[in-house]
Structures are given as C-alpha cells and as structure tokens.
C-alpha cells in the first residue's frame, strides 16, 4: 500500500519565485498536515485539515504560504513570493481522526537562492 | 517557547551498549508521548508511544519511561545496534487536538 506521496522531492528556485508542494495522503486518511523542518526551529507545524477543512493554520509563518485541499486525496503548500529564509525540508503527514500516529511523506527539499 | 524540548543533539554509543535519549516537556495538558526515528532524505517514522496515564511500554528492544512530576520521558534502546543509526524526534500531543508538537530532535551513531 502507498504511503504518503509528496512531489517533487527537491526544489531549486530564485527568489520572489512561487512554489507549489505537493501531497497525496494515505487513502483512507482524513486528517493532513504540513510541517517544515529547519536546523533552527526543528519540525514546526503549519498548517493541518481534517476532512479537507483547515483546522488550525496558527503555524503558517506569513501570508506568502497558503495552503489548500481541494479533495481528500490531494494539498498543496505554495509559497509566493518565496525567499531565502524559507529553505527547508517540508513534510506532508496524514491520519485517521482521534490516532496520535502520523504518517509523513518523503519530504520536499526546497532551495531559496 | 518550546515545549518539547531534546537537550542533546547527538549521542554516540558502542553496538551491543544501551542507548538512552532524553526529551522533557513544559505542557501538562499533553496526554500522549511518541517517538519518531528518522533516516536521511526519508519522512520520520513511528517508533514507539506512551499514554500519560503509563509510566512505561516497551516494544522489543525499546522502551519508553514517563516521568509525569518530573515532565521527562527517555527512549531506551537495548541492544543499539548500527541499524539504529538515526535521528529521534519525541513528539507530544495535547488532549483533545491531533496537533504533535516535536522537539528538535537528537542524532543518534551505533559505533559497530
């Protein structure tokens, strides 16, 4: 059985670019998260949906990251206009509701220049 | 403010010996401990759990201890072996949400 599914793996953009991560939850799984990881802060939260309705989004550094899903087998985190400091290794996790156990994804490097 | 915190970045030990990771938290509203192993260019993956109503599980070679007055839980790992090479993330969830608050992590390296 698939896991979660993210695209694409690594990402390589200039500055006051837009960039689109994608992710394909486990099916079945109708909760959702976003996470980025950094040296600095660690794995940190963004955002999380739960049957595709964002829930919390107190984790979202600034209004150039939006996040959306469209469907239950499908997010997106996009960043415009994206910036330096915003390189990092962003996570895509997903679960059934009411389990502490979350599945992440591969991970998506993204690189700022 | 972090509330989970992993003071030590990284741990190195002799294959056969005993590993012990450390993670203390500040929120007494958390009602489930986990930890998470991570390779590189992989996602972290589920290792172990404890509820706060349990001051201990074990599963195998692991085993996790809560300490609730002292807000510290540690991972044991018996036999390391080189395999376990990895980053440990312990996580925290608070009762009644499904948001995991992470600490940054320590990287463990089994010396063969």
């Known amino acids: 059985d698939a896991g979660v599914i993210q695209s694409p793996r690594h990402e390589v953009t200039e500055m006051g670019q837009e960039v689109t991560l994608r992710c394909k939850p486990i099916s079945g799984h109708n909760s959702l998260f976003w996470y980025r990881q950094t040296m600095m802060r660690g794995l940190e939260l963004l955002i999380y949906?739960?049957?595709?309705?964002?829930?919390?989004d107190s984790g979202m550094p600034e209004d150039r990251f939006s996040a959306k899903m469209p469907n239950a087998s499908f997010s997106t985190l996009k960043i415009q206009p994206s910036e330096p400091r915003d390189s990092a290794v962003y996570f895509c996790?997903?679960?059934?509701?009411?389990?502490?156990?979350?599945?992440f994804g591969p991970g998506t490097r993204l690189t700022v220049t | 403010d972090q509330q989970v915190k992993q003071n030590s970045p990284s741990l190195s030990v002799q294959e056969g010996r005993i590993s012990i990771l450390n993670c203390d938290y500040t929120n007494s509203m958390f009602d489930y401990f986990l930890w998470y192993k991570k390779y590189p260019a992989e996602g972290p993956t589920f290792l172990i759990s404890?509820?706060?109503?349990?001051d201990k599980n074990e599963d195998g070679r692991f085993t996790v201890f809560l300490n609730k007055s002292a807000k510290h839980l540690s991972l044991h790992i018996v036999p390391s072996q080189p395999g376990d090479s990895a980053v440990y993330f312990c996580?925290?969830?608070?009762?009644?949400?499904?948001?995991?608050?992470f600490g940054k992590g320590t990287k463990l390296t089994v010396n063969p």
């Open positions: 996790a997903s679960t059934t509701t009411g389990s502490y156990e979350q599945y």
């Open positions: 996580a925290a969830r608070e009762g009644g949400s499904e948001k995991l608050v």
């Open positions: 404890i509820s706060s109503i349990k």
């Open positions: 949906f739960n049957n595709n309705v964002p829930i919390d």
